[in-house]
T-cell receptor, first 110, second 109 residues
Framework: DVKVTQSSRYLVKRTGEKVFLECVQDMDHENMFWYRQDPGLGLRLIYF???????EKGDIPEGYSVSREKKERFSLILESASTNQTSMYLC?????????FGQGTRLTVV | GEDVEQSLFLSVREGDSSVINCTYTDSSSTYLYWYKQEPGAGLQLLTY?????DMKQDQRLTVLLNKKDKHLSLRIADTQTGDSAIYFCAESGDYKLSFGAGTTVTVRA
């Protein structure tokens, strides 16, 4: 059974903290993605990676960075968390036609 | 996203058909997708259609694609309470998917 696993379901962090969101997939997929989901805005792409050590900016990369040191792991980093980064974060991996999503991490920045 | 648009809410009576509509802007999209998100869960792929097709049927689901108008629809026949969820339309371009804002479908008895 295919699996995309996000390390936390819920996270509460303070403003200014450095935050790491981890995502691991077991399908040997080349492509991995980080989205944030907000009501009325749908999913917006933050960053994606199509190979190890490769990364591309999505539509809303400001305030975020990513790391892909191994094929199965794609990390999203909030360098200095702010309250407007409170959101649901979804990781996905894909090959060809289908993207598989993790369960999401609901991050609250206080 | 602004490249993919869909209405935000749909209320339907149990047993009726639901039709969710979507428009997109990228004429080079290869595949178009419908994803379902149940409360507290990630997104699950429901179905997809290749851009050179105009219809695809899969059990209770029918996808219609009008490539000229860049319009995609999802019809759910005999809608059940378990169909209550958010439905996302998405298009593929290069390596990434662009999603609409999602349509919240509420099934009432």
């Amino acid at each position: 059974d295919v699996k995309v696993t996000q390390s936390s379901r819920y996270l509460v962090k303070r403003t200014g903290e450095k935050v790491f969101l981890e995502c691991v997939q077991d399908m040997d997929h080349e492509n991995m993605f980080w989205y944030r989901q907000d009501p009325g805005l749908g999913l917006r792409l933050i960053y994606f990676s199509y190979d190890v050590k490769m990364k591309e900016k999505g539509d809303i990369p400001e305030g975020y960075s990513v790391s892909r040191e191994k094929k199965e792991r794609f990390s999203l980093i909030l360098e200095s968390a702010s309250t407007n980064q409170t959101s649901m974060y979804l990781c996905a991996s894909s090959i060809n036609t289908e993207a598989f999503f993790g369960q999401g991490t609901r991050l609250t920045v206080v | 996203g602004e490249d993919v648009e869909q209405s935000l809410f749909l209320s339907v009576r149990e047993g009726d058909s639901s039709v969710i509509n979507c428009t997109y802007t990228d004429s080079s999209s290869t595949y178009l997708y419908w994803y379902k998100q149940e409360p507290g869960a990630g997104l699950q792929l429901l179905t997809y259609i290749f851009s050179n097709m105009d219809m695809k049927q899969d059990q209770r689901l029918t996808v219609l694609l009008n490539k000229k108008d860049k319009h995609l629809s999802l019809r759910i026949a005999d809608t059940q309470t378990g169909d209550s969820a958010i439905y996302f339309c998405a298009e593929s371009g290069d390596y990434k998917l662009s999603f609409g804002a999602g349509t919240t479908v509420t099934v009432r008895a």
